[in-house]
């Protein structure tokens, strides 16, 4: 079982920035890739960036690309997302996801977080 603890929203101005923290239990972090889904009010749950479990590898949605970084620290079992260049349509609650291993799709996530508001304003 593992368990993900989201931590890091909170409202903002446009253009500014925030890092999301995923704090995660368990001994298997390590072993899965990780990522971030978020979801806007009236609107369906969105890929955001992913990262693998070995090796680093990145990937996200043409949406974030270029402001948005994943990141994580194994020996912290964390992940983060630092977010830049925020504007409104990125207002949206953001969830951390775990993997059962490697993430080829979301039907590979089997752990979801609670998840934390982020409110950019106008």
């Known amino acids: 079982q593992v368990q993900l603890v989201e931590s890091g929203g909170g409202l903002v101005q446009a253009g500014g920035s925030l890092r999301l923290s995923c704090a995660a239990s368990?001994?298997?972090?390590?072993?899965?890739?990780m990522a971030w889904f978020r979801q806007a009010p009236g609107k369906e749950r969105e890929f955001v960036a992913r990262?693998?479990?070995?090796?680093?590898?990145?990937v996200y949605a043409d949406s974030v690309k270029g402001r948005f970084t994943i990141s994580r620290d194994n020996a912290k079992n964390t992940v983060y997302l630092q977010m830049s260049s925020l504007t409104p349509e990125d207002t949206a609650v953001y969830v951390c996801?775990?993997?059962?291993?490697?993430?080829?799709?979301?039907?590979?996530?089997?752990?979801w977080g609670q998840g934390t508001q982020v409110t950019v304003s106008s």
């Open positions: 996801a775990a993997a059962s291993g490697q993430f080829i799709a979301t039907s590979d996530v089997v752990y």
């Open positions: 368990g001994r298997t972090f390590s072993r899965r890739a």
């Open positions: 990262i693998a479990w070995i090796g680093g590898d990145t």
